[in-house]
Nanobody, 121 residues
Framework: QVQLVESGGGLVQPGGSLRLSCVASGRIFIIYDMAWYRQAPGNQRELVATIASNGNANYADSVKGRFTISRDNAKNTVYLQMNSLKPEDTAVYFC???????????????WGQGTQVTVSS
């Protein structure tokens, strides 16, 4: 069974920083793209950033220049460094990974349980 577990959320003042982590564990054959999404109350879940296994990254326009996604393939871990945080960044942040859990199985989509990020003075 595969699990994605996020950590690092919390309360921070505007202009502050947080670093989210997400560790994938369990029966994993290969991890392809990893990503961070977020969902604010009353809003749809939105893509924040993605990173391929080779390190190529893409960002939503709203976070470009402020957030950095990275990954450690040896540790099956993806990170999101969030700087210059704004109140509108407040949301539950979810980790996502596209992976195969066995060589004989196809690619599936896996999600973490989410971690709350609140930006407020």
């Amino acid at each position: 069974q595969v699990q994605l577990v996020e950590s690092g959320g919390g309360l921070v003042q505007p202009g502050g920083s947080l670093r989210l982590s997400c560790v994938a564990s369990g029966r994993i054959f290969i991890i392809y793209d990893m990503a961070w999404y977020r969902q604010a109350p009353g809003n749809q879940r939105e893509l924040v950033a993605t990173i391929a296994s080779n390190g190529n990254a893409n960002y939503a326009d709203s976070v470009k220049g402020r957030f950095t996604i990275s990954r450690d393939n040896a540790k099956n871990t993806v990170y999101l460094q969030m700087n210059s945080l704004k109140p509108e960044d407040t949301a539950v942040y979810f980790c996502n990974a596209a992976m195969r859990v066995a060589a004989t199985l196809g690619r599936g989509d896996y999600w973490g349980q989410g971690t709350q990020v609140t930006v407020s003075s």
